[in-house]
Structures are given as C-alpha cells and as structure tokens.
C-alpha cells in the first residue's frame, strides 16, 4: 500500500501524579528529518523516541512535541540535597583556606550565592526515578505512532487512487498521440519529399550520401515511436510501484523527472499541431502527477 508523507495524531495520557499532551505531525520532505520538544529531565526519553520514529518511518518531517505536568504543588516545591550542600560547604571552606594562606581576602559568601549553585536546590523531578515514567510514556508514544501511521496510510491510500486515474489520463493520451503520429506520416513524407524537390533545384550539385545521411536523420527527428514506447514503459512502471509494500517516493520522483523528458522531446518533434496540442496535455497531466508524487513515502 502506498504511504503518505503526511500525517497527525494528538493523545492525552497519565501515569502516576504526571499527565500529558502528545502531539505529532508529519509532511514531506526529501529525508527522515526529527524535530523534537521534549522534557530533558526524563533520562533517555528522547533517544528511545528517535529510535522508535527511525524505525517506523523512511521520509517526512517530523515535529513530535511532549507536555508534561505534575499534580500537587507540594511535590514540586524546592528542596535542599544534603550531599551536595555538604559538599558545597567543605569546598567553600577550602577555598577561604586556601585564599589566607596566600594572602588573599575574599568577600563571605551569602546564602543566596549557595543556594544558587547547581544541585543544592532540587525539585521533585530532579530526585525521583524517571525510569517509570518513561516506559509509561513509551508504551503511550507507541499507540500514538500507531494513530499517526494510520492516517499516512490513508492518505496513501487516497493518493494512490488519484496517481491511477493520472496514469489512465496519460495512457489515453499516449495512444491519442500514436494516432496523431500515425495520421502524420503522408504530411511529413510530403514535406520530406517537397524539400528535397527544392534543394536538388537549387544547388549545383550535391553530394548523394549526404544527401541520404541528412534525409535518414529527417526521418529519424521526427519519428516518435521511442518516445511513446517509453511513456508507455514508465506507465507500467509507475502503476508497479504505485501498488508497492516497499517506499517508492524516491523513486516515482525520478519516473516524473522520465516521464516529463519523453513528453518534451515529443512536443519538439510533433510537427503538427494536433500532435504537439497532446504533447502539451500530456505534460500537463505528468506535472500534476508529479506534485501529488511530491507526499509519497
């Protein structure tokens, strides 16, 4: 089945005195690209989300972004770490010593400048065992990625139907050319043959194997039957790897970029106008296709 590129999901969760708000979004993008908002203080969070997105996804640009509060204001009211205050004190200590020994006078330090230091104030979060709360939230992230996975698959699915109906349009119009092509032939062979009439008329004398080098070359200019039989190859292409399990954005992006080369050359070899007006509808219907090819995975 044929996977969009686009995509969104949103989910509510709790686990304990936490409570959260998922919310995913995913569009095209030439790779897998992740931008994340995460809180930083749940150790191994955002690693283990990478991971499972890098699993689960190949292209797209991905903004996650996890909010996450806490119930009860006395859990999160800020405390004193008695190790690090310890700690803090005995270098503050060494310090002065140090300073006396050397002559050196330092100002006292107040108990704002302590408490300021990192790790002498904590909160609830920076104490607690974050391992919980992360396998609650990875179990959560995972239904999430599920929901998310769910509407790139139907927006594939909704791709895939009007990528089919533009392969139809390009088929019809490809075996509306071969007629136009075909319906040509006496014009051109009669325009071949006026000009040649023309130049053997005006020139003294010619050369007979260049002559029948640049006729054959004519002839070889304006003969499109390569040009429809490689739209007609990338048709079956395109419809083979419409229908595919595997990610194929990359490569129907190239097809467009075949498609729209044949198309070209057939526009310039046309030499009739019915023939180059289907040229032009051809590229039209091979541009649109190839916007709509732009969201495939």
Known sequence: MTLSMTGFATRRGQ????????DIRSVNGKGLDLRMRVP??????EAQLRAALGKALNRGNVN?????????????????????LRSVLVM???VEQQAMTTGVTLAQASQADVLGLRGVLETATDAEDTAPLAAALMADFADLLAELQAMR????????????????????????ASDEAAARQGQVAATLKDNVKKLLQAAESIDE???????????????VTEELDRLRAHTQAARALIVSAEPVGRKLDFLMQEFMREANTLCSKAQALA???????????????????????
């Open 15 to 22: 686990h304990g005195a936490h409570a959260w708000v998922w």
């Open 153 to 176: 698959a139907a927006e594939g699915q909704a791709l895939q139907a009007v990528v089919q109906d533009q392969l139809d349009q390009i088929e019809t119009l490809v075996a509306a």
């Open 64 to 84: 996650l972004t996890l909010k996450l509060s806490r119930s009860g204001a006395e859990e999160s009211s800020l405390r004193l770490n008695p190790g690090v």
């Open 92 to 94: 503050l200590a060494e």
């Open 40 to 45: 930083d203080w749940i150790d191994g969070l």
């Open 275 to 297: 023939l180059t007006r289907v040229g032009l509808d051809l590229k039209t219907v091979i541009d649109q296709m190839r916007e709509q090819v732009q969201n495939v995975e």
């Open 209 to 223: 194997n260049r002559l029948h080098q640049e006729l054959a070359l004519l002839a070889v200019k304006a003969d």
